[in-house]
């Protein structure tokens, strides 16, 4: 995810997608105490060893709709093949 957090603000989730047990996209909700921020990471399936493309940040008045974004984006990659986890993205799992 993205190296510019500040020490102000708190991870509220974090949540990833894998397809053919490697991890396709990360999303990580961020307390910014007014605002809540959504980081994505896509991690691209041309092969290993490639970056992380990151996405966003997308920024939301209220936890409430940034929980509601990251569900639909995680219902869309299920509808597209992903299962859908919660915690830590592994290394090994990436690429």
Do not use: N
């Not at 994505?40 to 996405?55: E, N, R, S």
């Amino acid at each position: 995810m993205s190296p510019k957090r500040s020490a102000a603000q708190t991870q509220l989730f974090l949540r990833h997608a894998r397809k053919d047990d490697r991890t396709v996209v990360a999303l990580r909700g961020l307390d910014h105490g007014s605002e809540c921020i959504v980081e994505v990471d896509v991690y691209p399936t041309g092969g290993a060893g490639l970056d992380a493309m990151p996405l966003g940040p997308y920024t939301f008045g209220s936890l409430e709709d940034a929980v509601r974004f990251t569900e639909e984006a995680l219902l869309a990659l299920e509808y597209l093949g992903c299962s859908v986890h919660s915690g830590a993205v592994d290394d090994h799992e990436i690429g």
